[in-house]
Structure formats: structure tokens, C-alpha cells
């Protein structure tokens, strides 16, 4: 491995903030400029959409039961079993939807996007687009980002829904409570404030998904191996992204509940 | 469009591509050290040099895909390095590339990928299937229109990418070692295509290559479109094939002219190169 010293390691980081941050604003000023790309918004849509439910609702049902699991444990101990639903769809709806389904989107996505750019980057393609007269940020960067941001919307909404009926599966088959009050309770206590949060998250969180796929793959050197460097980067760095843009949207949601 | 279009620099009558004292560096390393040199209308210029002399490296900056550390170059009278990206764009569509591996689009047909610029352009699907279908004649790949490029050879690859280059009528094409990588008879064929497309269409060309032999042949030979096929220029003088060479060596030019010209040449390091 090359090794720079840390002026230089410095200055490659910044510019690679720089870099990012153009393209991430380039890829939002393009929703207002000619031409638009519907088919490929709607391409992408399908496919970062209908592709990733079957993942994201595995993911949501089985984070469900979990939940399930250890808040009917712990709530054994104080003799409220009942508050069950309660706890299973706050923790749904505010945070564990909107970032798990994140996580699994950028698995799958970011990578995806880091790969397909990546290969199109290292074949010359992406500048045989530019040769073309097409500017590939509005051709290949922007609908991914519209398509992940629209799609991310649902997807959470799918997420937290069968996360519910995976917390009710179980609250039904194994601990014996009532239907009726797990909904009841699930459904009440859910204030606007939560549903809001819940969703106005995974907005951010598609936006990093997007951005950070599409600049790792148009930043793409090195061949084959600079592909794959590039897809497990993206995923990294988009992963940690979420979690920590997570902290500071939970903190500001907070505090204008 | 209209800002590329409205205040032309330089004579675009005579002249397509000027560069004055290019320099161009990667990562502190020099590839141009100052090229200077002309690409007249309707003449092609063989660009020739060692691997790692600039020659791509000449063909990306003409097209603004990158970006020259000093000089100016002039693109159909326009000075693209004072040009933003948004105006060359507009300013690409008149001028055409065909990439060394042809960078074809790997998830679209044939079809798809010579009618990109068309489709772009959201021309009428039956104009754009008429289009594409008499451009895939020329280089004679019609019966290819529905293939992907993964189950194309080398050769058919290079000739889809020509299609695609030229199927807008751009005024300038620039070609990127289109022989790279093929056979002895499969370089001919594209040459012969690269001679049809200068003598039929008159277009202005700028072809890089490190084979001597693709230049030599455009040099001395016509396109007869009577037996579609290349023939001699000897013995026919008055037959002008417009056609010179540039020889580059470690980022520099060390030769521009014709090949009655290099044919004179004292400088030991072209004699031995065209030796």
C-alpha cells in the first residue's frame, strides 16, 4: 500500500469531500434543468423498488419478531406484557424501519450503483456518454437519486408495516395477547411526531444511499479491482453515513417534536 | 447551443482543430510539452507516435474531456478552454469519437447504441430505425442491429463504434487507434471504412495510431465507390486524398506534414520510426 504523508492525506480527503459535494448538488440542480430522464427514473425506480422489497420486508418481519421477543421479556419483569405493540411500533416507526431498511437498501443499491458506474467508468463508457453530447450526471446520476429517495419513502412505510404483523405474529402464537389490544395499542399510542420522523428519514438516508453509489462509481481507477474497491467503499461509507446522519436527525426531531 | 454557435474565434472555413502550445501533465508527470499543429477542413491526420507519447491523450482534449494545464485549442473555431462543460456538450455533437475499445454501451443493442444521439435527440422512432439502418450499411453490419456488444468480435465492435461516431454528420471524427488489438485483415477493413467515410462524407479527421502502416495507406489509396473498394493513388495525380501526419515523441511534435514530406526527412529518430 502507498504510503502519503498526512498533508497529502489531508488534501485527497478534502477534495474527495469537494468532489462528492458537487456531484451530490449537481444531481439535485439537474431535477430543474432539460432534459429529464423519466424512463430511466422509472427504470431505476423498479429496480432499486420492487428489487429490494423482498429483502426489506424479510428484514422488517424478522426485526419485528426480535423486537417482540425482547420488549415482551423485559416488560414480563414489571407485568405489562400488553404494552407490547406499543413498544414494538414506536421503536418501528421512529428508527429501527427507517435505518434497517436503509442498511439493506444500501447493501444492495450502493453497491449496485458503485459496480454498474464503476464498470461503465473504467471501459470508457461514461466518457463515450459525455463524447455523445449526453451529460451523465443528469443521464445516470440523477435518477438514481430521485428513484432512491421516492422509492426509500415506500419501501420504509412496507418495512415498519410487516415489522408490526412480524411483533404481532409472534405476540399472537406464543405469548397469547389479544389481537385486538396488540393493534389497539400499536396503533394509538403512535403519535404524529413518530410517523413524521419516521418518515422524513429514510429521505436522507436514500439521498446518501444514491449519492455515495453513483460518486464512488464515477470515481472509479484501476481496472477491475478498483470496481470492486470501489462497491465495498461505497457500501462502508454509505452505511456509516446513515448511522451517523441518523444521530443527528433523531437529536434536531427531538428537539421540534 | 446558441452560445457555442453565435461567435466563432477563428476561421472555421479552412481550419476545424487548432492547437496552439498545448501543455498537458498527469499527477506532476508531462504527457504535451507544447503541441502545436492544424486539422484543415476535410483533411485527415494521421496522429503517430511510441505508446505514452500524448496521442489519446491529444483526442480528449479536443473534445473537452479534459482539460489542458496551458495553451488554447480551438474546436470549430471555438476555444473550448474557456468553454463550460454545459457548452461542450452542445459543441460535441459535431464532433465525432470512436474510442480505442470502443466503449460501446455494454447493456444496449446495437441498435440502441448507434441511435443514442438520435434517441437523445427524441427524433422520430421511425426516422431514427431509418437512420441507423443505413449508417449500419455503410460499415456493413446491418445483419448485427439486434446483437449486444459482448457477442460481437473485435473488429464488428470497432465498426459499430464508427457507426455511432457518424451517424449525426459531425464535422470533425476523431479516431482512437481504431486497428488496435486486430487481426492484419480486420485493420484493413476498418481502414478501408475510415478512407470511405473521408472520401465519400469529406469529413475532417484526426486518427492516432501507433501502426505506421494505417497512415501510410490512407495516405496512398481512394475510395472507389464504383467497386466499393480501396485502390492506389498511383498514377493518378491530380487525385488529392487530403490526407498528413504528426509524429509526436515524448510529448512534443517532431514532424507535421505530408508523407511526400516524411519521405525527405533527415531526423534519425523518424527515419528509424518509419523504418
Not at chain 1, 141 to 162: N, Q
Request: charged share 20%; glycine share 8%; with cysteine.
Amino acid at each position: 500500500m502507498e504510503l502519503i504523508s498526512p498533508g497529502e492525506f489531508l488534501k485527497r480527503n478534502v477534495l474527495a469531500v469537494q468532489d462528492y459535494s458537487n456531484l451530490a448538488a449537481r444531481a439535485l440542480g439537474n431535477v430543474f434543468r432539460h432534459p429529464r430522464y423519466v424512463a430511466d427514473f422509472m427504470q431505476q425506480a423498479d429496480f432499486i423498488g420492487v428489487g429490494s422489497l423482498p429483502i426489506v420486508a424479510l428484514t422488517g418481519m424478522f426485526t419485528g419478531i426480535v423486537l417482540a421477543m425482547n420488549t415482551a421479556s423485559t416488560l414480563q419483569r414489571f407485568g405489562t406484557v400488553s404494552l407490547t405493540g406499543q413498544v414494538v411500533s414506536i421503536s418501528m416507526v421512529r428508527e429501527l424501519g427507517p435505518v434497517l431498511t436503509s442498511l439493506m437498501v444500501a447493501g444492495r443499491n450502493a453497491s449496485g450503483m458503485a459496480s454498474e458506474l464503476g464498470s461503465m467508468k473504467v471501459t470508457e463508457q461514461i466518457d463515450a456518454m459525455r463524447a455523445l453530447g449526453t451529460d451523465p450526471s443528469k443521464k445516470l446520476v440523477t435518477p438514481r437519486v430521485l428513484a432512491t429517495v421516492f422509492m426509500m419513502f415506500f419501501l420504509t412505510i412496507i418495512s415498519d408495516l410487516v415489522g408490526l404483523v412480524g411483533g404481532w405474529l409472534y405476540s399472537f402464537a406464543l405469548l397469547g395477547l389479544d389481537t385486538y389490544q396488540y393493534w389497539n395499542t400499536a396503533y394509538q399510542k403512535l403519535t404524529y411526531n413518530d410517523v413524521l420522523t419516521g418518515l422524513i428519514k429514510p429521505l436522507f438516508f436514500g439521498f446518501i444511499i444514491s449519492t455515495v453509489g453513483c460518486y464512488y462509481g464515477i470515481t472509479t481507477r484501476g481496472g477491475t479491482q478498483g470496481v470492486g474497491r470501489a462497491t465495498t467503499q461505497a457500501v462502508v461509507a454509505s452505511s456509516v453515513l446513515i448511522l451517523a446522519v441518523d444521530v443527528v436527525l433523531t437529536e434536531f426531531l427531538l428537539r421540534f417534536s | 447551443m446558441a452560445e457555442f454557435r453565435d461567435e466563432p474565434l477563428v476561421d472555421t472555413v479552412h481550419k476545424t482543430i487548432i492547437f496552439e502550445d498545448v501543455v498537458m501533465g498527469f499527477e506532476g508527470l508531462p504527457v504535451l510539452g507544447g503541441v502545436s499543429f492544424e486539422l484543415k477542413r476535410g483533411e485527415t491526420k494521421a496522429v503517430l507516435g511510441v505508446a505514452g507519447a500524448g496521442k489519446s491523450t491529444i483526442l480528449k482534449l479536443c473534445l473537452g474531456l479534459i482539460h489542458p494545464d496551458a495553451g488554447r485549442i480551438y474546436v470549430l473555431g471555438h476555444d473550448i478552454t474557456t468553454m463550460s462543460e454545459e457548452q461542450l456538450f452542445d459543441l460535441r455533437n459535431h464532433v465525432g469519437m470512436v474510442f480505442q475499445e470502443s466503449a460501446l454501451f455494454d447493456s444496449l443493442t446495437v441498435r440502441d447504441n448507434v441511435a443514442f444521439r438520435l434517441m437523445e435527440e427524441k427524433l422520430p422512432e421511425q426516422e431514427i430505425e431509418s437512420r441507423v439502418r443505413e449508417v449500419l450499411r455503410f460499415v456493413e453490419l446491418e445483419d448485427a442491429i439486434d446483437k449486444l456488444p459482448s457477442e460481437l468480435s473485435g473488429g464488428m465492435r470497432r465498426r459499430v463504434g464508427i457507426a455511432r461516431a457518424i451517424i449525426t454528420h459531425p464535422e470533425v471524427l476523431l479516431y482512437d487507434s481504431p486497428t488496435g488489438g486486430l487481426d492484419p485483415i480486420t485493420s484493413t477493413t476498418i481502414i478501408e471504412l475510415i478512407m470511405k467515410q473521408r472520401d465519400v462524407s469529406k469529413t475532417s479527421a484526426l486518427l492516432v495510431s501507433h501502426r505506421l502502416q494505417d497512415g501510410f495507406m490512407l495516405a496512398s489509396h481512394y475510395y472507389d465507390p464504383q467497386h466499393n473498394r480501396m485502390e492506389p493513388v498511383d498514377g493518378k495525380p491530380l487525385l488529392d486524398v487530403h490526407t498528413s501526419f504528426l509524429i509526436l515523441r515524448d510529448g512534443k511534435v517532431i514532424f507535421d506534414g505530408t508523407a511526400h514530406d516524411l519521405g525527405r526527412v533527415q531526423d534519425p529518430y523518424i527515419r528509424e520510426y518509419i523504418s
